[in-house]
């Protein structure tokens, strides 16, 4: 029997062999044929907005746009010797939505210091407790801060939920009513983690108890918007923040002899500096010369300061979304200014640790070119100084405020833009932030090189990268962007401003985005919103473009496939094997001699041997992966043609994008 079964089996499988099995419905890796998405993807988030009215299609705060706003006043307190900053707060809370607010959501950022907490990619240099939060009062009535965990039927109740995560919830017994005010107080101390080990950003925030760089500090209050409510993501170390505005009023105690720099403007000069100091920081603003206002020498309480056991400084700052600062009994304190077009003279400080001095030599230069050349760009900037703080942390932003010397110093002063002016959420779009960032640095650095900023290259290059299982798209949240973070929020942007530039020229996109920077000024623009500003801004209908570079990670993977003359006219048949489009840009170089090069409409004389020219990306909208591209220039030899001879279309193999006779 198991013989008869198995001479079946065999000819069985002869009779049906491999060609009489179904074939596969794909064969190759590229297809004839490919659907472009014209449109822009609409979450529920963005449609709500548009249905409420406070955003709209024009890319403008829509009719009925708001936002919540936040007054801060803080008392604190930092103890060398244990570390720890001690403090009380209130909070004005401005419920500017249409909504009543049946709980409060506060962020404690410090506690990703504790070791049961989850993290992305950093690693704080110690644990720590956290941020122990003792007490909170709301409109006066004290929080149950112990309260049992309740089913979503119970009575409302005021208590709190979360304070040993980086977000907390409270749970409100009366909800604040839309359009009113509600006060919050909370009581808290904090460690400030010290050491070797940190890893990433705000990780380290002292070297040892000699300086101390608090970041993310104090509770504050999470953002509340229209497009989802409450922003509840948790702080895992790598994307940064979304805060409300709002004013800060903050008085800051340390042992004299300490310096304390911060947000805002300092309002009691004659409480906390010497004379010598005062009088040295009233000549800041009256040359670009770099002022010592205390020097090496002049360390301790009495030279460094005003004499005394402890003093308080207060700090005063409006419309900003966050507040920063540092001190340090050794401190150097020097000062420049910068040059503000349309505002005057505002003072740069800079702080920063003797031994160190050397990254702060070309500080001041660097800082002040960049604030002079992005108010030209973007607009004036609007606060009334700014502070470089030396510290653990050499790079990160804060209003008026950059954690940073000399090598950061261009890059973190032009957050004073965004977020610190156009309150970007940072959380999940990290590429409105630091994206735009990469994109102005590399205008900066051109032009305080002396020479024309240049964007060739950037947009082709994406294609070396395009279809990494790594890479996240830019409208994946950044929180959750893994590994492929970095470039993700940092890098891509400037790739697809170059792509951009390609299609529409690159003053017309820097010109857009100046109006879009003014237009969203101390408010909360989403990416929706940037996206049908810079469509209407720019005249054209781009909303496939930012479908490819936003929603996936395509590329467009040009090519030259053939050429073939005909009498006087010549057919380049240009393939496209990505799934994203592009315009179809030739240069065409001829042959020295022969007769007059015939003009073409869509066609620039470059030179007197060279045109270029343009078909729309609307040639693709029907599905082809190739175009015959015709020249009719006459009979003038053609001897090369280059397809995307400015590199800004993402294309991994550029060798095949020439042909030579």
């Keep these: ?24 419905q794909r064969s190759s890796i590229e297809t004839n044929e490919r659907a472009i998405r014209q449109d822009i993807p609409l979450t529920n ?10 955003r709209d299609f024009s890319g403008k705060p829509g009719p009925n746009y708001w936002q919540l706003e936040t007054d801060y006043t803080i008392n604190a307190s930092l103890d060398p010797t244990t570390q720890t900053i001690t403090g009380t707060e209130k909070i004005l809370v401005h419920n500017n939505s249409k909504d009543d607010l049946d709980r409060i959501i506060l962020r404690l950022d410090h506690n990703i210091f504790r070791a049961d907490v989850p993290r992305g990619a950093s690693t704080p240099a110690e644990q720590t407790d956290g941020m122990i939060v003792t007490g909170i009062k709301v409109a006066g009535e004290t929080v149950d801060l112990n309260a049992p965990l309740m089913g979503r039927n119970a009575p409302a109740a005021l208590r709190a939920t979360g304070l040993n995560r980086t977000v907390a919830t409270i749970f409100l017994a009366q909800p604040i009513k839309a359009g009113t005010t509600a006060e919050l107080e909370i009581s808290w101390n904090t460690k400030l983690p010290g050491g070797e080990n940190g890893r990433g950003h705000r990780m380290t925030q002292r070297f040892d108890s000699r300086l101390f760089q608090p970041t993310q500090w104090y509770p504050r209050l999470a953002k509340y918007d229209d497009l989802r409510g409450w922003e509840t993501s948790p702080y895992l170390g790598p994307s940064e923040f979304y805060n409300n505005f709002g004013r800060f009023d903050v008085s800051i105690t340390v042992p004299a002899g300490w310096i304390v720099s911060g947000t805002g403007a300092l309002q009691n000069p004659k409480e906390v500096l010497t004379p010598t100091a005062i ?5 800041v603003l009256d040359s670009d010369a770099e002022v010592t206002i205390v020097g090496a020498d002049e360390l301790g309480a009495g030279k460094a300061t005003e004499a005394g056991e402890k003093l308080t400084w207060r700090f005063l700052a409006d419309k900003v979304n966050d507040f920063a600062w540092a001190t340090s009994d050794s401190f150097i304190w020097k000062a420049t200014r910068a040059t503000i077009p349309g505002k005057g003279p505002v003072p740069i400080h800079m702080v920063f640790l003797p031994e160190r001095a050397r990254y702060f030599e070309n500080a001041g230069k ?3 070119h960049a604030l002079e050349y992005y108010s030209k760009l973007w607009a004036p900037y609007p606060f009334p100084q700014l502070t470089l703080q030396d510290g653990p942390s050499a790079g990160m932003e804060y209003p008026m405020v950059i954690n940073s010397n000399q090598g950061a110093a261009d890059h973190e002063t032009a957050h004073q833009w965004w977020p610190m002016v156009l309150g970007t959420n940072e959380t999940r779009y990290g590429w409105m932030d630091e994206g735009f960032n990469q994109y102005m640095n590399i205008l900066s650095d051109a032009d305080a090189a002396g020479k024309p900023y240049n964007l060739d290259g950037l947009g082709q290059s994406y294609g070396r990268i395009s279809g990494s299982e790594d890479e996240a798209p830019l409208m994946w949240s950044a929180n959750d962007a893994g590994s492929g973070y970095g470039f993700q929020t940092y890098q891509k942007t400037p790739l697809m401003l170059s792509m951009l530039g390609g299609i529409v020229g690159d003053e017309a996109v820097i010109n857009a985005m100046k109006k879009y920077t003014t237009t969203w000024a101390y408010k909360h623009p989403s990416p929706w919103d940037y996206m049908f500003f810079m469509n209407n801004e720019l005249g054209q209908n781009l909303e496939w473009f930012w479908n490819y570079w936003l929603f996936t990670t395509e590329s467009v993977e040009g090519s ?16 496209q094997a990505g799934e994203m489009p592009s315009p179809v840009v030739l240069k065409v170089e001829f042959e020295a001699e022969g007769p007059a090069i015939n003009p073409m409409s869509n ?28 020249l009719n220039f006459g009979s003038r030899k053609i001897k090369k043609i280059t397809l995307d001879p400015h590199g800004r279309f993402p294309d991994k193999n550029v060798a095949d994008n020439e042909w030579t006779k």
């Design 45 to 54: 988030s963005i449609r709500r907005a548009y249905e409420a009215g406070t």
């Design 279 to 283: 009088q040295r920081l009233s000549t």
């Design 603 to 630: 066609a620039k004389m470059i030179d007197p041997l060279t045109v270029e020219v343009t078909w729309p990306v609307t040639v693709w909208f029907e599905g082809n992966r190739t175009f015959d591209a015709v």
């Design 560 to 575: 030259i496939q053939d050429v073939k003359t005909e009498n006087d006219h010549t057919t380049v048949t240009v393939k």
């Design 1 to 24: 029997m198991r013989i008869v079964l198995f001479l079946f089996l065999l000819t069985t499988s002869i009779a049906f062999g491999q060609d009489n099995f179904p074939k596969p």
């Design 366 to 368: 660097i800082t002040r």
